[in-house]
């Protein structure tokens, strides 16, 4: 399980009510920035649930809209009353928005290097877009030796990775052991990604979600 933290930490305990037992490796940090944050944006955007905790709280009322379900759930649980998910990925959420305008300027929050491409196509279809860089994300720099021994050891069978910054982390740790792995992605760019490492088999959610991808270890 290689995404970063908390989201790590609850799709363990996932795979393990499915009966798996996961090894986490988070292969990034993340860590906050301050932003200028409009007073009153017309909409709010998240590509990311690391957002969610940038956003203050006279926002809530502010109709809200979420590239997935896990970031629209955590959205609701922080207090905004109208959240809206794209149930998929950056193309998904741009439809959504592309198709239920709302008058006024988008608050894009995201991380440092997210985001450019979605403002690029919510402008050019006439959609004010502010983006705000509320966090940053760091590749972690060590493979934990216990995770190497057992990659070494061939005792681990899956890696299930949520995006193609993690992939290049991941790479980045010079991992053993990949080509009796699966890669399990979330979406076929990441699956690409994935091609930077020899590994038994690639495969991909049927659809950018956590529900597809689990299925795939079924």
Known sequence: MTRLEP????????????????????????EPLAAALPETPAAIVLTSGQAVGALPARYHEIPCFCVGDATAAKMRQAGFRTVSSAAG???????????????????????????????????????????????RTQPVKTLPAAIRSALEAGEIGQALFY????????????????????????????????????????????????????????
């Open 89 to 135: 990925d950056a193309g998904d959420l741009f439809r959504l928005l592309r198709d239920q305008p709302i008058s006024g300027t988008y608050l894009l929050a995201t991380g440092e290097r997210h985001g450019l491409a979605l403002a690029r196509q919510l402008r050019g279809c006439g959609i004010k877009v502010a983006r705000r860089k509320v966090y």
């Open 163 to 218: 995006s193609v910054e993690t992939v290049q982390a991941f790479i980045r740790l010079r991992p053993p052991g990949t080509a009796n792995l699966e890669a399990l992605a979330l979406s076929p760019a990441i699956a690409q990604a994935c091609q930077g490492l020899p590994w038994r088999k690639i495969r991909v959610a049927l659809a950018p979600n956590e529900a597809e991808l689990l299925a795939l270890l079924k």
């Open 7 to 30: 989201g790590a930490a609850a799709t363990a305990g996932a795979l393990a009510r499915l009966g798996f037992e996961p090894v986490v490796l988070p292969c990034l940090t993340a």
